[in-house]
């Protein structure tokens, strides 16, 4: 029988309970608002923006800026910021601040490529003193608490989490959220979960675990092996909520379409939908994944010029 999120534990982080301690992790091109909103009406307990550049907050660029868009019932609500300098990171978590926004999750564990060549993300991971600056800067200009998101290590010679983390802490984090790969790995092969634990022995602030987490089972699985205080999701939950209700996705067209139109009425409420198209219907794909005719659904999907064709071809579906 898959547990239920109330069989997770609850988590608290500075002065922030989270019950369960299950989270929607940032996600680059579709952890935005509605996504977000899906995923707390099914049962996350906290959703992280997409990572929000400290520059492009800092220097007032709108693109940016619309990235904490959110609402009360979103609450709590994590902000994501990624930056290589840390006075930039401090300006910017002051802006975050002034937001209605519970936590700040600074990321030292992004891999793609065009983030770590400027010295982001998990690049930071090779360089101790710069990110224990970043850390301090940030804290130092917010009284929310602040989570450290990064990998087991740059390549599987150079495993250093376990000390990344045990910096963190000295640096003032509240959390660490840990996945369980290298940067040399990006998403392939498997999450150590080995290394969750020994971060966990490493530190006495609360550890979030991420890697490999498809399901309620699957988290508490983590918890019981790790010691972890919480889990995070990501890539798991595309196409998914259900994940966050200890549900299984739905085998069906028709079981799933509910969950669809839901998302696309949050998209029409919260996002310029015609303008920001493409975005929406690669959230609508992942929906279709593993069902029968999947392909030429996601194709139909893609040629649909406006949200107005969309929502058509979704009712087409829902009468055959």
């Not at 978590?93 to 600074?106: F, G, N, Q, R």
């Not at 003032?172 to 092969?189: D, P």
């Not at 150590?192 to 490493?202: C, G, L, P, S, T």
Request: hydrophobic share 45%; aromatic share 6%.
């Amino acid at each position: 029988m898959t547990p239920s999120p109330a069989r997770l534990p609850s988590l608290t982080i500075g002065s922030v309970q989270l019950s369960p301690g299950l989270l929607l992790a940032p996600l680059a091109g579709y952890t935005d608002l509605p996504f977000r909103l899906l995923c707390k009406e099914n049962g996350a307990s906290c959703c992280v923006s997409e990572m929000v550049s400290s520059h492009g907050l800092t220097f007032a660029q709108q693109n940016t800026r619309d990235l904490l868009q959110t609402i009360v019932t979103e609450r709590p609500f994590a902000v994501q910021l990624f930056g290589n300098n840390a006075e930039l990171m401090g300006r910017a978590a002051a802006i975050v601040s002034e937001c209605p926004v519970d936590l700040i999750d600074i990321n030292m564990g992004c891999p793609v490529r065009k983030v770590v060549k400027k010295g982001c993300g998990a690049a930071l991971m090779k360089d101790l003193h710069l990110a224990e600056s970043i850390i301090q800067s940030v804290c130092a200009q917010t009284s929310l608490p602040v989570t450290v998101k990064f990998r087991s290590g740059w390549t599987e010679s150079t495993i250093n989490a376990p000390e990344f983390a045990a910096m963190t802490e000295a640096a003032g984090a509240a959390a660490v959220i840990v996945h369980g790969r290298t940067w040399a790995q990006g998403f392939g092969g498997y999450a150590d979960w080995e290394i969750i634990k020994k971060v966990k022995e490493a530190v006495t602030i609360p550890v979030i675990g991420n890697g490999d987490v498809h399901s309620c089972t699957d988290g508490l699985a983590m918890i019981q092996t790790t010691g972890c205080d919480g889990v995070m999701v990501g890539r798991a939950a595309l196409g998914n909520p259900w994940l966050f209700s200890g549900s299984e996705k739905p085998a069906t067209l028709a079981a799933r379409l509910p969950l669809i139109k839901r998302y696309l009425q949050l998209a029409q409420q919260f996002l310029p939908v015609n303008r920001v198209l493409f975005r929406v219907k690669l959230q609508v794909v992942k929906f279709l994944t593993g069902l029968p005719g999947a392909t030429r659904m996601r194709l139909a999907v893609i040629d649909c010029t406006n949200i107005e064709e969309l929502t058509g071809f979704l009712d087409q579906l829902a009468e055959q």
